[in-house]
């Protein structure tokens, strides 16, 4: 069921995560204490009721003074530095980010090194695909210069339903990835034929946000029968026709500029805006 006065709202998102991120936190969140102290904490934690945690958490939300605590309600600060919290399965915390390290040094360890570091960028702003799904029917993708309306118009459009910016981003990746990467989805592996990089063995990526709050995802590349960086240095030193080719490979697949469009190009068209 399609509601869209959910996605125009400026503060369901936040709420909702606010809600995901709180159920997240009461499945997954431990406490771990050093093998040496547990027995004390334990003893502790025993004779500390509800009532005296939660009047501290209430005392310091108002800003009261610890000296004003009494005995027993010190003991409740004492025992937070003796234990630490483990929550690395809740999005956007701290402990989520040392995790994402945690997976990639375990990759890293099992493939060896990345063979590329790739960044995503695919800009709404200028794009007549989020104005499809965004919703206007006139954009003409059959088109090869669809005419589209005002960056200022595209900018609001995007603003005010950053769903359908969030869709344009996961659709932008699975369309890279699997028409010029050659990866399938419904299998998590490399197709038959490949794509421009040869066959993947394996990819790590993230997303996150810009300062302007523009999707974007970092990856970590691993490809079928890649080198290890000093193999490559090796084989360049050896054979001097073996390090031309590899680098007329990376030159021939890498472009640095727009590449040429065939057909009647207009005057008046500017290759940053579509």
Known sequence: MDLPNFR?????????????????????????????????VAQELSHLSPDIINSVAKHLESEGKITD??????KVLTLL??????????????????DVCNDIQAYMGYF???HIYMTINPNANHSPLF???????????????P?????????????????????FFELSLECIFQDLLGWDHKTN????????????????GTAELTERAQLHAHFLIWLDGGLNPSEVHDKMKLSPKWKEQYFEFWED????????APGNIPENFEPRTQ
């Open 8 to 40: 125009y709202h400026h503060s369901f998102m936040f709420v909702a995560l606010n809600i995901h991120q709180r159920h997240q936190s009461h499945l997954h969140t431990a406490f771990s204490v050093r093998k040496d102290r547990f027995e004390y």
């Open 69 to 74: 605590l009494s005995d027993s309600q010190r």
């Open 81 to 98: 530095k003796e234990v630490n919290t483990v929550s690395a399965k809740i999005p956007g915390s701290s402990a989520s980010k040392i």
């Open 112 to 114: 060896g090194l990345p």
């Open 131 to 145: 104005q499809v799904i965004y919703g206007d029917d006139s954009v003409n993708l059959l088109d090869q210069f």
């Open 147 to 167: 005419e589209l309306v005002s960056p200022r118009e595209h900018a609001i459009c995007l603003a005010s339903h950053p769903i359908a910016g969030a869709d």
């Open 189 to 204: 592996m490399s197709t038959k034929d490949g794509g421009i990089l040869g066959h993947i063995h394996a990819y790590y």
């Open 253 to 260: 697949i890498i472009y640095h500029h727009v590449p040429f």
